[in-house]
């Protein structure tokens, strides 16, 4: 079945440090993929998108490019900041997947802490 | 502002209780779902309902119930056949394929 795969966390890293944090996926048809970031007791908060192969989504200095060839969708940020900590979650949503056609399937989460 | 209001954010169960946490959206939004999240691990779909009137199992149903009488409000129930139900409970609604929106979340712990 369709699934999604971070990497471990936690990340820790000092302000202005560029950041990578990678997410593969295994899916049956041609996903989109979604980037969401959870701040401390909040819910989550869509951060970008891209709905097929070669889209790159971007917000607030974050970017993710769709890439179909290996089957990834790897957050990106040149320079973090403190207020970037949070946990980080990869999903992908396949219509072909059954059920709701807006099902997510997530990743465990990938928590950051940015120091000073 | 439109947007999806989850409550209590704090919640405590006693042994063999049914508590339900409420979750209401003024998106106008067709789709909503329940789910369930633990320390460490992603979210896992506890139900869902594309329509009034209609819900489905989602992965991790058993020990818990929904209700879907109003577009706007799917209410997710924890019941006493939920032997491990303290986790942080997350509600989203979505219109088509447009991304899912969130709730702040539920913390559900045992007395």
């Known amino acids: 079945g369709d699934s999604v795969t971070q990497m471990e966390g936690p990340v820790t890293l000092s302000e202005e440090a560029f950041l990578t944090i990678n997410c593969t996926y295994t899916?049956?048809?041609?996903?989109?993929l979604f980037w969401y970031v959870q701040y401390p007791g909040e819910g989550l908060q869509l951060l970008l998108k891209?709905?097929?192969?070669?889209d790159k989504g971007s917000n607030k200095g974050f970017e993710a490019t769709y890439r179909k060839e290996t089957t990834s969708f790897h957050l990106e940020k040149g320079s973090v900041q403190v207020s970037d900590s949070a946990v980080y979650f990869c999903?992908?949503?396949?219509?072909?997947?059954?059920?709701?056609?807006?099902?997510?399937?997530f990743g465990k989460g990938t928590k950051l802490s940015v120091k000073p | 502002d439109g947007g999806i209001t989850q409550s209590p954010k704090y919640l405590f169960r006693k042994e063999g209780q049914n508590v339900t946490l409420s979750c209401e959206q003024n998106?106008?939004?067709?789709?909503m779902y329940w789910y369930r999240q633990d320390p460490g691990q992603g979210l896992r779909l506890i139900y869902y309902?594309?329509?009034?009137?209609?819900?489905q199992k989602g992965d991790i149903a058993e020990g818990y119930s929904v209700s879907r009488e109003k577009k706007e409000s799917f209410p997710l129930t924890v019941t006493s056949a939920q032997k491990n139900p303290t986790a942080f409970y997350l509600c989203?609604?979505?219109?088509?394929?447009?991304?899912?929106?969130f709730g702040d979340g539920t913390r559900l712990s045992i007395l």
């Open positions: 999903a992908l949503s396949d219509p072909n997947y059954g059920g709701s056609q807006g099902n997510l399937i």
């Open positions: 899916a049956t048809g041609y996903p989109s």
């Open positions: 891209a709905t097929k192969a070669d």
């Open positions: 998106l106008n939004h067709d789709a």
């Open positions: 309902s594309q329509i009034v009137n209609d819900f």
């Open positions: 989203a609604s979505q219109q088509g394929y447009q991304p899912q929106h």
